[in-house]
């Protein structure tokens, strides 16, 4: 069985990596294979998620809205209809 | 006791309330799930950001850095500006906020109201780049009193000795701590306090997901995580949209009555989130979040209203 297809949005300072696409998908079970599969499409990226292995600490990378340093970072497993988002850590109010 | 010697003195003490129609109906035979909320709208200037604001204030006259007629100089998105405006217009300091040009009106209102001097900071970076403001106008002014909520230890003691035993006292059985995610300060401080009180509770950060212009920073590494955070305390952290925020907050209103501010829709949409896991598991739960703040400073965008809509808030900083 082939991995499933997951959804990734890309923030605006990542879009010159995806020809400005918002939206972008790539064939993974999990975190590292999605980063690794985006990087083999988008060359660059991956450089700029990652840094020695492990993810930057000023990317945060959602799976269906939650965190995945909570759900085990690269290892965190994705299936079918996952949705994965990331974004810049930026500071907050309350 | 409720009488108090004065306005500060009426800190804290907020009321833990029950949710019995929003909580999540559970099959028969098996345990409770319930949702309790704090009001941390009932402190003095009306959100939860007194509780800092003043432990801040009062650590640094203790440590000699405030001295009378000093000014003190702040990064803010509203709530902390608006409680250290009214602290240091009874104390006599003066205050001056860097506020992103992107918050409601209200809060530019409120802070003038209490004499606060504001800066502006662009909108593209939201509070980071208030944040980087205001880091560069304390090193040009040493002679200004530089709090600096995002790094200072006196923001998660407060929630460490006053907000977490609250809850803890009030509801000795929680399972679940819920709370937005900024500063950090609330979940550092309460949520270390109750994970000593209770190792197995979960620690849930809400975390508020904007528009794309506050996210619009010039690099990554203008990215910014504040200095207080340390994610072994978090168990688990969500990001929150303002279309689910928006729902929650008038679910909150039309189901239970309670009229709060934006950022808590999104404490509560977490909060809602877990519960349903729990009725899943057949587990009780017992899950208190906070209410930051209420919707009066938010009424200006017109979420509220029956057509209200979130799209309003694309790029406001609205939590």
Redesign the interface.
């Known amino acids: 069985m082939s991995a499933p297809i997951i959804e990734v949005r890309i923030p605006t300072i990542l879009r010159p990596y995806t020809n400005s696409e918002k939206v972008v998908s790539a064939e993974a079970t999990n975190l590292a294979e999605l980063i690794s599969s985006l990087d083999s499409k988008f060359t660059g990226l991956g450089e700029r998620l990652l840094e020695n292995g492990e993810l930057r600490r000023f990317i945060n990378i959602y799976i269906n809205d939650e965190d995945v340093r909570f759900m085990g970072s690269l290892a965190a497993t994705l299936k079918a209809g996952d949705s994965v988002t990331i974004l810049p850590a930026v500071a907050g109010g309350c | 006791m409720t009488r108090y010697e004065s306005l500060e003195a009426s800190l804290g003490h907020t009321p833990l309330i029950g949710l019995p129609k929003l909580s999540p109906k559970t099959q028969p035979g098996k345990p409770l799930v319930r949702l309790w909320a704090k009001l941390e709208d009932r402190n003095p200037t009306g959100s939860?950001?007194d509780r800092t604001a003043m432990a801040m204030i009062d650590d640094a006259e203790k440590t000699g850095r405030l001295k009378p007629g000093a000014t003190i100089l702040e990064?803010?998105?509203?709530?902390?500006g608006i409680s250290l405006a009214m602290v240091a217009k009874v104390r006599g300091y003066k205050l001056i906020c860097v506020m992103p040009e992107n918050t409601s009106i209200e809060r530019t209102q409120i802070l003038e109201m209490w004499g606060a001097k504001i800066i502006y900071s662009p909108a593209a970076?939201?509070?980071?780049e208030?944040?980087r403001v205001a880091k560069e106008l304390a090193a040009e002014n040493p002679d200004w009193v530089f709090l600096y909520q995002?790094g200072n230890p006196a923001n998660s003691l407060a929630h460490y000795t006053t907000t977490g035993p609250e809850i803890f006292e009030d509801l000795p059985t929680v399972t679940h701590f819920v709370?937005?995610?900024?500063?950090t300060g609330?979940l550092m401080g309460a949520g270390k306090y109750l994970r000593e009180k209770n190792p197995n509770i979960s620690i849930i950060?809400a975390?508020?997901?904007?528009g794309?212009v506050?996210?619009?920073?010039r690099?990554?590494?203008?990215?910014?995580?504040?200095e207080l955070y340390d994610?072994s305390i978090?168990?688990?952290?969500?990001?929150?949209?303002a279309e689910d925020s928006v729902r929650r907050v008038k679910e909150l209103l039309e189901v239970e009555g309670i009229f709060a501010g934006i950022?808590t829709g999104a404490i509560l949409h977490a909060a809602l989130g877990v519960a349903k896991e729990s009725v899943d598991a057949g587990v009780g739960a017992d899950i208190a979040f906070?209410v930051?703040d209420a919707g009066w400073k938010y009424l200006s965008t017109g979420i509220y209203g029956k057509d209200g809509d979130s799209e309003v808030l694309d790029s406001q900083?609205w939590?």
């Open positions: 939860i950001k990064p803010t998105s509203g709530n902390t970076g939201g509070s980071n208030a944040v995002y709370a937005g995610l900024g500063t609330t950060a975390e508020p997901r904007y794309e506050v996210y619009g920073l690099n990554l590494d203008a990215g910014f995580v504040p994610a978090i168990t688990r952290r969500f990001s929150v949209g950022s906070i930051c900083l939590a």
